[in-house]
């Protein structure tokens, strides 16, 4: 095989690739009403990776929903790292009650 139509190969394979990703992508996505996600999670690098994780879907597109963090339940200490968490990422709030 001739090396250009190997390189047309793979970028058509590629290309195909990515369409059927955001083809399959829409059907995964909520239908409807904006559903809230509600995280629960005590201040550290579990609350920061699901956060990353969740703002970089958002911004992706992939999740059109408000995220908040629950902060019941958290000392004042764990409340102040929280809250300097999310300083991080401006789009997300903590909210005081136990849901929405």
């Known amino acids: 095989m001739e090396p250009m139509t ?4 793979l ?3 590629f290309g195909l ?5 955001l083809f399959f992508g829409r059907f995964l996505l909520p ?10 999670l005590r201040p550290g690098p579990g609350l920061e990776q699901t956060l990353r ?15 908040s963090v629950l902060g019941v339940g958290l ?4 409340r102040a790292e ?9 789009e997300v709030e903590m909210v005081e009650g136990e849901t929405l």
């Open 75 to 78: 000392l004042p200490e764990e």
């Open 53 to 67: 994780g969740l703002t970089w879907l958002s911004a992706a597109g992939l999740l059109e929903s408000r995220i």
């Open 6 to 9: 190997a390189a047309v190969a």
């Open 11 to 13: 970028l058509a394979a």
């Open 17 to 21: 690739a990515a369409l059927l990703w």
């Open 82 to 90: 929280t809250l300097q968490i999310l300083r991080r990422w401006p």
């Open 31 to 40: 239908v409807g009403e904006l559903s809230p996600v509600e995280v629960r």
